[in-house]
């Protein structure tokens, strides 16, 4: 007489539940993995000459509160990494400004060739935009800046 099913019982079934031991292992493993090769982003120097200065100020802020505003010889304006029309910049100042809660201090980095006119056209639209901490970046603020890193 023939044994039905052949005279093996399986001892284990297979489980339908996913086994969740190690889930908080994995979930703190990727947490890990993803902070330690993040890269913040961070402005990317323009190629200017640096105006002179025999004396400057260390600006106590964050750098989250600093808006560097760069401008070369031809008038052209970077903010961001992204290049700016003169006519914008307080459209884009504005709201980086009110949700700082007027902390932020802008830092226009220009070049010493820059003509005055340009300058002026920035101040004037920072002035629209309700700015008032505005300070000019200077090479010696850049060899500070250097040291401190």
Do not use: C
């Amino acid at each position: 007489m023939p044994i039905k099913g052949g005279g093996l019982d399986r001892k284990s079934k297979a489980s339908s539940e996913i086994p969740s031991s190690s889930l908080a292992d994995i979930a703190f493993l990727l947490l890990i993995f993803f902070m330690v090769s993040t890269v913040f982003r961070t402005d990317k120097d323009r190629p200017i000459e640096w105006a002179e200065a025999a004396a400057t100020e260390k600006i106590d802020e964050k750098v989250k509160n600093i808006l560097n505003i760069w401008m070369e010889r031809d008038g052209t304006i970077w903010i961001n990494d992204q290049e700016v029309p003169m006519e914008e910049v307080s459209d884009i100042v504005l709201p980086l400004y009110a949700a700082s809660e007027r902390h932020l201090v802008i830092s226009i980095r220009g070049d010493r060739e820059t003509p005055y006119i340009f300058l002026d056209q920035v101040q004037k639209e920072l002035v629209s935009a309700g700015v008032v901490r505005v300070v000019f970046a200077t090479a010696l603020e850049r060899q500070m800046t250097g040291a401190r890193r």
